[in-house]
């Protein structure tokens, strides 16, 4: 693995420089606060390697910004996992700034942080980006996610003018949204229940304020997480638009597994499976979703699940100026029931 650094020491003329220096040259390169993925860098979902061997993980060549260092891979970057053992644990990945002794910047390097599910990682001390993680089912590695902050976008101040918007709930209350089937708030998430009948459902949604609207040709961003209860004879749908419009994008859910979904207002089409979701007699929110909508272009991206791109089918409008639209139904005579902990929704035109 290899990467390039600008600045280093050695681009800007060695340690003993006392303008043109690393330290001096990073502070005017950095765009804000803020360490990124500029292109790239992309996890795999899973990765197996000989029986009894450590596993190497192979990322995809691409760019970032740590610290206001520009940091390049031409070549695919890895790093090794020791061999899967019984037990399940997660691999948390970080692409890390490399100090030498004088503190100047001599590289870059993934490094990986295990912890026992559900715990969180504790970061390392040096500069860096969390790439996302990955998981050891004691056969293999598995459920890759890709969660590395891309490229900056406007603050959420810029929202405040107009033609931008942010929306964002954690549902503490659902006051002024519409409801059907049993709506229950709940100590961390809302829960919405069908009927014990075949064909019942339970919607929750929220239409958007006159004179505000999302632009769909504008990049936009929706952040959710979500749980189902079942994984059989139940359906649901999660997202901005209705899939009733077709005019639709967010995820849909079947028996398990939870897959992209969107929609141009002639056709509702899914994606590959995104994340698995369900099951227990314990109804929790626990599967985040991050789509982007940008550049004709849609990507999901589920925390502890994997990736998936659309560019086709895209919404051209806010499907029934719906802002937040969330449905489970029941295909069996039992009563099915999804949960919502937090929703967000942002534009910056």
């Given at each position: 693995m290899?990467?390039?650094?600008?600045?280093?020491?050695?681009?800007?003329?060695?340690?003993?420089?006392?303008?043109?220096s690393e330290s001096n040259l990073a502070s005017l390169t950095v765009p804000g606060a803020r360490n990124y993925v500029i292109h790239g860098l992309e996890m795999p979902f899973s990765a197996q390697g000989e029986a009894g061997q450590p596993v190497e993980l192979v990322f995809s060549p691409g760019a970032a910004v740590i610290a206001g260092h520009y940091i390049m891979s031409y070549e695919p970057p890895t790093v090794t996992l020791p061999a899967p053992s019984l037990g399940t644990h997660t691999f948390h990945i970080f692409l890390c700034l490399v100090y030498d002794s004088l503190n100047n910047v001599a590289g870059a390097e993934l490094q990986y942080v295990v912890t026992l599910l559900p715990s969180k990682p504790l970061p390392p001390a040096q500069d860096y980006i969390y790439m996302g993680s990955i998981i050891n089912t004691g056969i293999s590695y598995a459920y890759g996610s890709n969660v590395a902050p891309r490229t900056p976008w406007p603050g959420l101040t810029d929202t405040l003018s107009p033609r931008n918007?942010?929306?964002?709930?954690?549902?503490?209350?659902?006051?002024?949204?519409?409801?059907?089937?049993?709506?229950?708030?709940?100590?961390?998430?809302?829960?919405?229940?069908?009927a014990a009948s075949s064909g019942a459902s339970a919607t929750l949604s929220r239409k958007i304020p006159d004179r505000m609207t999302i632009y769909t040709n504008e990049p936009y961003f929706i952040r959710m997480c979500v749980g189902y209860n079942s994984y059989s004879a139940i359906t649901g749908y999660a997202g901005v638009g209705t899939p009733a419009s077709k005019q639709f994008v967010g995820i849909s859910y079947r028996d398990g597994f939870i897959y992209g979904?969107?929609?141009?207002?002639?056709?509702?089409?899914?994606?590959?499976?995104?994340?698995?979701?369900?099951?227990?007699?314990?109804?929790?929110a626990t599967t985040e979703v991050c789509i982007t909508v940008s550049k004709g272009k849609i990507v999901w991206r589920a925390t502890d699940g994997q990736e998936a791109m659309a560019t086709t089918y895209l919404p051209t409008e806010l499907g029934d100026r719906t802002i937040l639209y969330a449905e489970v139904k029941t295909n069996d005579a039992v009563s099915k029931s999804m949960a919502l902990s937090y929703w967000m929704v942002a534009q910056f035109a």
């Open positions: 290899s990467f390039k650094i600008f600045p280093s020491a050695n681009a800007v003329g060695g340690e003993n420089q006392n303008i043109f918007l942010y929306y964002a709930t954690f549902f503490d209350s659902v006051d002024g949204m519409t409801k059907t089937g049993t709506v229950t708030h709940q100590d961390r998430h809302v829960s919405l229940a069908t979904c969107s929609g141009d207002g002639t056709s509702l089409v899914e994606t590959e499976e995104i994340a698995m979701a369900g099951g227990g007699s314990m109804l929790s």
